[in-house]
């Protein structure tokens, strides 16, 4: 690793694991988080979860896991480049949506519909629980009890008043403190890759056309570029080729607005990153661009009427497993019945449908509803 700067999260500045445990012996504590993450049951069920594009409906498409990936990268580049601590932010990436539910947002609305009364679900604070809790892998301790930072940064939103009950990992969500520059740059990486991989998807898919996207500025400067240098390019190639350039772009773009902000504002150390407003982020110009990308995917794509339908399905799905096992929690798979007593039903109920994926989700459903079907 290259040489940290002073406003990094280092093993020396941490606040550490709730449970403390002998050092690992060959590699640093936040990798030892990142391979936690990596081995977890939840981490391998994102290969089957819904980003935009159902899993069933195409191979190619971003599922959670790629997506992820991609934001792990991104986010590992970004922090090499400032000094920050590139385990970490690889940790954080890699965990930031374990807690998506299956079919994605559509999926997420409705169980939080259905949680209404119950404490409410959010996949964020939802991804905090499979680490801190849910996970069942160690003898010692629930959970992956992970580094805090890992834990704080995994934690991007939180209501104040549900920020007090989650104590410490929250706090600064009371305290209005920015999160560390880590966590900053894993939330930029996440938008980064979920902006570009979109517009692949979109266009692979049909529902974008390349003509719409040439209207988007963003878009249109890096494909004209594109074509100017490779004349011959269509198709795929001249996508890929346009895609690559503008995540190429706003990265550099960040770097650049990131280290003036830093350098201003004197910044030297964690508590620094935590005083200061967010360091993390775009110059205006560029800002701008990705918001107009931003609206023309949700006018076009995520509210294309193909990716609407299934979104009804899904919360349709959602909404019927939930209610037949609240109806009834003797429906529930034995291992959850036995946390009914402690968790409360219906948490006990959103943990089991959350952690399903998309397809299991359709059989479970199947299973419940389809006479003739055990
Ligand atoms: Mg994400």
């Not at 959010?122 to 890992?150: C, P, W």
């Not at 800002?287 to 399905?313: D, I, P, Q, S």
């Amino acid at each position: 690793m290259t040489e940290l700067a002073g406003y990094a999260v280092t093993e020396r500045n941490s606040a550490g694991r709730a449970v403390v445990e002998p050092r690992p012996k060959a590699r640093g504590e936040f990798q030892r988080d990142r391979d936690r993450i990596v081995h977890s049951t939840a981490f391998r069920r994102l290969e089957y979860k819904t980003q935009v594009f159902v899993n069933h409906e195409g191979d190619l498409f971003r599922t959670r896991l790629t997506h992820s990936i991609e934001v792990a990268q991104i986010a590992r580049s970004i922090a090499r480049a400032l000094g920050a601590n590139e385990d970490l932010a690889e940790a954080i990436a890699l965990a930031h949506d374990l807690g998506h539910t299956p079919f994605g947002h559509a999926g997420q609305e409705a169980l939080n519909e259905c949680m209404a009364g119950h404490g409410g679900f959010e996949h964020n604070l939802q991804s905090l629980r499979i680490v801190d809790k849910l996970e069942e892998r160690y003898g010692a301790f629930d959970g992956l009890n992970l580094m805090f930072e890992t834990r704080a940064g995994i934690l991007k939103h939180c209501a104040p008043a549900r920020a007090r009950e989650l104590g410490a990992v929250a706090r600064r969500f009371v305290e209005n403190r920015s999160p560390s520059l880590e966590a900053q740059i894993c939330n930029l990486a996440d938008e980064i890759a979920y902006n570009n991989h979109d517009v692949d998807d979109g266009l692979r898919s049909g529902l974008v056309e390349l003509e719409q996207l040439d209207q988007i500025s963003l878009f249109a400067r890096h494909a004209g570029q594109a074509r100017a240098e490779f004349p011959q390019l269509t198709g795929r190639r001249l996508i890929h080729e346009t895609v690559r350039r503008m995540i190429d772009a706003q990265v550099t773009d960040l770097l650049a607005e990131t280290r003036k902000r830093i350098a201003a504002q004197g910044i030297a150390t964690p508590a620094d990153v935590a005083a200061a407003a967010p360091l993390v982020g775009f110059a205006a110009p560029m800002a701008e661009e990705n918001r107009t990308l931003k609206h023309f995917l949700h006018a076009h794509l995520y509210r294309h009427h193909k990716v609407v339908r299934m979104t009804g399905k899904a919360r349709r799905i959602v909404g019927d497993l939930f209610t037949a096992f609240a109806a009834d929690v003797r429906l529930l798979p034995e291992q959850y019945q036995r946390k009914v007593a402690q968790e409360g039903a219906q948490r006990v109920i959103a943990d089991y449908v959350a952690g399903m994926t998309d397809r299991y989700a359709m059989k479970e459903h199947c299973r419940l509803f389809a006479i003739g079907i055990d």
